[in-house]
């Protein structure tokens, strides 16, 4: 089964730096984009950075275009997330997800990661 386990999250200043790790295990991912979604307390579940896995094509919310940046390593069959510059508007859960439709009820999602960001 797919599973799908984030790690990385942590409490950090504001103008800093976090990387997070998504490993990704229980089937071939070509043909997949794999994602980066994060809600915070009281608000909705947010579109932050996608990548297409097998051609490396990026995509990324407005609101973290140039500061955040998503990659993979496909051998490895982890997803990252390096996040800079960060705002305190940052704080949230991260979770790490991989669909090969849509994002509704066929996707696969991690459990999350805390990102805090102070100011």
């Known amino acids: 089964q797919v599973q799908l386990v984030e790690s990385g999250g942590g409490k950090v200043q504001a103008g800093g730096s976090l990387r997070l790790s998504c490993a990704a295990s229980?089937?071939?991912?070509?043909?997949?984009?794999m994602g980066w979604f994060r809600q915070a307390p009281g608000k909705e579940r947010e579109f932050v950075a996608a990548?297409?896995?097998?051609?490396?094509?990026?995509y990324y919310a407005d609101s973290v275009q140039g500061r955040f940046t998503i990659s993979r390593d496909v051998a490895k069959n982890t997803l990252y997330l390096q996040m800079n510059s960060l705002k305190p508007e940052d704080t949230a859960v991260y979770y790490c997800?991989?669909?090969?439709?849509?994002?509704?009820?066929?996707?696969?999602w991690g459990q999350g990661t805390q990102v805090t960001v102070s100011s």
């Open positions: 229980g089937r071939a991912f070509s043909g997949y984009t």
């Open positions: 997800a991989a669909s090969n439709t849509g994002w509704g009820g066929d996707a696969y």
């Open positions: 990548i297409r896995w097998s051609s490396g094509t990026t």
